[in-house]
């Protein structure tokens, strides 16, 4: 597609339950990343896959969240056991990749309510 | 340790003003700088990038300098708009053997006075 889309915009959650995020990068990029932005704040790295290697999950901030990307297109962050603390915007973002892939283009994000 | 932070987190300017936004960086290895504009409830959007072989960048309204030797980086917006009103970040690009990825810093809100 034209530009990086997310779904849900919006997710509600119960505390507990888990919850699945979806990115669609821009057709070609090959490098995929997760942010994750609390309200007022910056923007934190948690993940990012480029081409076939293995993802950076540097950022991952425990072990109940995750990510796939299959086919080296769609992604999936996941977040297991949701909790409070977990309410934020999600952003997924992608790029061509490599150190001349030019800019790293977002999606609108996904906005994670854990009630 | 690393960082990419802001001098300020707000800026109110009247319209019609030119605004500059800083950005101090830590890391003398990186070489590729972004600024993202971000509007209440959307993501990140692109507005200039500048890689570190190069000191100015322009581009429409808006230009980019970077000054390596104190590894200050800023933002100029020419003849402010009501909408430019945004919170601005700038984001070093962290390489690795793979691509990289962005550090952002906390952002700088810009505020335009009709």
């Known amino acids: 597609g034209a530009g990086v889309s997310q779904s849900p915009s919006n997710k509600v959650t119960e505390k507990g339950k888990d919850v699945e995020l979806r990115c669609d990068p821009i057709?070609?990029?090959?490098?995929l990343y997760w942010y994750r932005q609390s309200l007022g704040q910056g923007l934190e790295f948690l993940i990012y896959?480029?081409?076939?290697?293995?993802?950076?999950k540097s950022g991952l901030p425990s072990d109940r969240f995750s990510a796939e990307r299959t086919g080296g297109s769609v992604s999936t962050l996941t977040i297991q056991r949701t909790q409070q603390e977990d309410s934020a915007v999600y952003l997924c973002?992608?790029?061509?990749?490599?150190?001349?892939?030019?800019?790293?283009?977002f999606g609108p994000g996904t906005r994670l309510t854990v009630l | 340790g690393e960082s990419v932070g802001l001098h300020l987190p707000t800026l109110s300017v009247q319209e019609g003003d030119n605004s500059i936004i800083n950005c101090a960086y830590s890391?003398?290895?990186?070489?590729?700088f972004i600024w993202y504009k971000q509007e209440s409830g959307k993501g990140p959007q692109f507005i200039i990038d500048?890689?570190?072989?190069?000191d100015k960048r322009q581009g429409q309204r808006v230009t980019v300098l970077l000054n390596k030797t104190v590894k200050h980086l800023s933002l100029q917006i020419a003849a402010t708009q009501p909408g430019d009103s945004a919170v601005y970040f700038c984001?070093?690009?962290?390489?690795?053997?793979?691509?990289?990825?962005?550090?952002f810093g906390q952002g700088t809100e810009l505020s335009v006075k009709p």
């Open positions: 500048i890689r570190s072989n190069m």
């Open positions: 057709s070609g990029h090959t490098a």
């Open positions: 984001a070093e690009n962290r390489w690795d053997n793979q691509g990289g990825k962005l550090i």
């Open positions: 896959f480029q081409g076939n290697s293995a993802p950076d």
């Open positions: 890391n003398s290895a990186s070489d590729y």
């Open positions: 973002a992608s790029s061509l990749g490599g150190s001349r892939g030019g800019p790293t283009i």
